[in-house]
C-alpha cells in the first residue's frame, strides 16, 4: 500500500490492478483520522463459490390463470 498523497489511499491488487481511495474532507467525528484512521484487511472469500440450484421446471399458467393475478 502506498500513500503518497496524504488524502488518497493506493493498494495494488493480487491480479495487478490498481485501486486508490480518496475521502473529502468531512467535519465527521469518525472520520477525523481522514484515511490514517483505514486498516487493510485480508479478504474473508475469494472467487465465487457454488453455484446454485436450478430453479425447477414448472409449465406457463394458462391465460386466464394469469390474468386472475392482474385482477381482470
Not at 481511495?21 to 483520522?33: E, N
Request: hydrophobic fraction near 35%.
Amino acid at each position: 500500500m502506498q500513500t503518497d498523497d496524504p488524502t488518497k489511499l493506493e493498494a495494488t491488487l493480487a491480479d495487478g490492478r490498481r485501486m486508490t481511495l480518496s475521502l473529502p474532507a468531512t467535519d465527521a467525528k469518525w472520520a477525523t483520522d481522514g484515511i490514517q484512521g483505514l486498516r487493510p484487511v485480508p479478504p474473508t472469500h475469494t472467487g465465487r463459490g457454488e453455484e446454485p440450484p436450478a430453479l425447477p421446471e414448472e409449465p406457463a399458467l394458462p391465460l386466464q390463470v394469469a390474468l386472475l393475478g392482474l385482477g381482470a
